[in-house]
């Protein structure tokens, strides 16, 4: 099963994937100048990278996409497979909302996702504190790795 | 749990997910005060169990949900069916897309009880943790420095005998039932206190352009509002203009119309254009967004003023 490990901010979680050949990652690299001018707008981090992920995502044949922040689930917009998103910090009230579009993103990845994964507990509960979304605590390679299974 | 000092009445439409911030908001309340909440919503099923029914107060029963069908409430009836359902004797009223400080109810009841009788405004602002939303080229949000004849229902108290004694909101207004509201508590006599330190952060909501012109198409039934108490004129640019913006876009418009006469009638322009290159702020960066922005802010605001004219004849009054 070929797996798009969606990651524009390039984690060490999504690496560890990656490196276990569990996935691969995609995030290719996006105008800086585009970036920049979004970033100036206050539009959300790492947004340039978008198109190209979206692009790569289908000509890659992937089965099952994970997203490792809301802004890489955008790629997943109008693809048919599965999506499992990351959400990596636990969010808080300061920056939910924060930035132009973080939190339409937000509400709209967490409701495409299949399955939302969290590194630990604490994360689990402020996510469902902001958003009142359950997610599972998902932690590590063999973790993973059954979850893709699971999701086939 | 002992008898509450003080209701929470929030009426919600369309914004579960900020609904539940505000009721973070209010379990973060300090000052040791006895509230309760009554949330009167149209949410359905999987949204009202996601978001609501599992909150820590709504399970304490701190917040009591009043669900009506979806799509058949209105701010007036969500609002009249919650303080109804109020146990406590003063009764404050914000709205879904507001955040209370943690202070906001101590300060309420604080003035409420230095003046008895009085309605109590509060302070409303941009929510500081949205500020970079205002980036945007079309955004909603509020500021309200207390006492404000209008006084809005995003932070507000009521003693609940002298909205029982009004007879609560009028539930034929679309919009302005909470000014409506306060103007006839004060026509009966009640004071206004305002106590700035009760404070309330406003969302600050980014549209698109038809968002935003839809989002303003519902204050065509303002001058509603201006028919009954006629004294709100007094606030207005020569009687008429709900903001100076909008007379110098009817100046603008019909310099524009003139123009065929004389090429000299394009000058009536300048202060609507001089006012709308100015709002981002002064220096080269800002005035460089601000031309970006002034088709769209163009489009909007001719569209409200489109509004507010129709909304004149529909009121058989005009108010711009």
């Known amino acids: 099963m070929r797996v798009a490990l969606l990651d524009a901010a390039r984690s060490p979680a999504a690496g560890e994937l990656a490196r276990a050949g569990l996935g691969e990652l995609v995030a290719p690299a996006a105008p800086r100048v585009l970036d920049v001018a979004l970033r100036a707008r206050k539009l959300g981090d790492h947004l340039a990278a978008v198109p190209p992920a979206w692009l790569a995502l289908r000509r890659g044949g992937f089965v099952l996409a994970h997203a490792f922040s809301a802004e890489d689930a955008l790629a997943t917009r109008g693809w048919h497979g599965p999506l499992v998103l990351t959400v990596a910090a636990a969010p808080r009230r300061e920056q939910i909302a924060a930035r132009r579009g973080r939190l339409r993103t937000m509400q709209w990845a967490l409701g495409a996702a299949d399955a939302v994964l969290v590194p630990e507990q604490a994360v689990a509960a402020a996510l469902e504190h902001w958003f009142g979304v359950e997610a599972r605590v998902v932690a590590g390679v063999e973790a993973h790795a059954a979850l893709y299974r699971d999701s086939r | 749990m002992s008898a509450p000092e003080v209701s929470v009445v929030i009426a919600s439409h369309g914004r579960a997910l900020r609904l539940r911030w505000l009721l973070n908001a209010l379990e973060e309340q300090t000052g040791g005060v006895r509230f309760e909440a009554v949330v009167v919503h149209d949410y359905g099923e999987p949204e009202r169990s996601r978001l609501l029914d599992g909150h820590p107060l709504v399970r304490s029963g701190t917040v009591r949900l009043i669900a009506i069908e979806p799509g058949s409430g209105s701010p007036a009836r969500q609002r009249n069916l919650g303080w109804r ?16 400080d943690p202070g906001w109810l ?33 955004v909603r949000t509020m500021t309200i420095e207390p006492p404000t004849s209008r006084a809005q229902t995003c ?27 306060a103007l006839r508590a004060r026509a009966a006599g009640a004071a206004l206190a305002a106590a700035p330190e009760a404070l309330v952060l406003h969302a600050i909501e980014a549209f698109s352009l038809p968002g935003i012109v839809r989002q303003n198409w519902k204050w065509r039934h303002l001058p509603w509002l201006f028919r009954r108490h006629p004294e709100l004129r007094r606030e207005c640019t020569l009687g008429v203009f709900l903001e100076p913006r909008r007379a110098w876009l009817a100046l603008a418009m019909g310099g524009a119309a003139a123009m065929r006469a004389h090429p000299g009638f394009a000058l009536l322009s300048l202060p609507y254009l001089a006012g709308a290159l100015a709002h981002r702020g002064p220096g080269p960066r800002a005035r460089a967004v601000a031309v970006a922005e002034l088709p769209g802010q163009l489009a909007v605001d001719a569209a409200e003023l ?15």
């Open chain 2, 306 to 320: 489109a509004t507010y004219a129709a909304g004149s004849v529909r009121h058989r009054t005009l108010v711009l």
């Open chain 2, 155 to 181: 932070n507000i108290l009521y003693p609940r005998a002298l909205i029982e004694a009004l007879g609560g909101f009028d539930e034929g207004a679309v919009v302005g039932e909470d000014v409506d509201l």
């Open chain 2, 85 to 100: 359902a109020a146990a406590a004797p003063l009764v404050a009223f914000t709205d879904d897309d507001c955040r209370p």
């Open chain 2, 106 to 138: 101590a300060a309420l009841i604080a003035t409420a009880r230095a003046r008895p009788g009085a309605v109590v405004q509060g302070a409303t602002r941009p929510d500081p943790f949205e500020h970079d939303v205002l980036a945007a080229p079309h």
